[in-house]
């Protein structure tokens, strides 16, 4: 099942514009997680938040966890044509589920030059 | 380099006859993943193991199989009885499955059956 769900679908901006993108989940996490995936190819890790984490920051991306409201979001800051790609967010149960994470279907992000 | 392979990188079938997806890491992680990406679409789990000589199914296993013999190798077989195997497969490692960190992914193989 899926249980991050990705908002927007697909998000078009100019280069040096900001990158919000969102996700939302059902039942309690360990952690999520953030990949991006450029198109025809595997993903890459982006960044882990843990569910006593608010706020983390990597380089130019910043992801909050709000987990009274069961929801994400990733801020990609003054973005390139390069960061064109589609980013998905995944999240972690903890207890019994082991390593296995749960994928959102993907924001696809466009960033024109 | 350290990584994970995936090959081929497209691999083209007929319908009714198995096929082997091979999946290599040289990270020494101890976990390792099948997922099945369909268009447009997030990753679904198709089997996962977390030590030699032990896997289990993952969201939607029926019509596949899977091997751990090695730490450093996860082959995933598309039977003949999986409905729509057309579909792009992602082999993943994690190096420590209790603690969640993150997952390595290759980069792919897109399997196309007709």
């Known amino acids: 099942s899926q249980q991050g769900e990705e908002d927007p679908q697909a998000l078009s901006i100019q280069e040096g514009e900001n990158a919000t993108m969102n996700c939302s989940y059902k039942t309690s996490i360990n952690n999520l997680q953030w990949y991006r995936q450029n198109s025809g190819r595997g993903l890459v890790h982006l960044i882990l938040i843990r569910s006593n984490e608010r706020e983390k920051h990597s380089g130019r991306l910043r992801v909050t966890l709000d987990t009274s409201k069961k929801s994400s979001s990733l801020l990609i800051t003054a973005s390139r044509a390069a960061d064109t790609a589609s980013y998905f967010c995944?999240?972690?149960?903890?207890?019994?589920?082991?390593?296995?994470?749960?994928f959102g279907q993907g924001t696809i992000l466009t960033v024109h030059p | 380099d350290g990584g994970i392979t995936q090959s081929p990188k497209y691999l083209f079938r007929k319908e009714g006859q198995n096929v082997t997806l091979s999946c290599e890491q040289n990270?020494?992680?101890?976990?390792m993943y099948w997922y099945r990406q369909d268009p447009g679409q997030g990753l679904r789990l198709i089997y996962y193991s977390q030590i030699v000589n032990d896997f289990q199914k993952g969201d939607i296993a029926e019509g596949y199989s899977v091997s751990r013999e090695k730490k450093e190798s996860f082959p995933l077989t598309v039977t003949s009885a999986q409905k729509n195997p057309t579909a792009f497969y992602l082999c993943?490692?994690?190096?420590?499955?209790?603690?969640?960190?993150?997952?390595?992914f290759g980069p792919g193989t897109r399997l196309t059956v007709t």
């Open positions: 990270l020494n992680h101890d976990a």
């Open positions: 995944a999240t972690h149960a903890g207890g019994t589920s082991y390593g296995k994470l749960t």
């Open positions: 993943a490692s994690s190096p420590w499955l209790k603690g969640a960190y993150e997952q390595y």
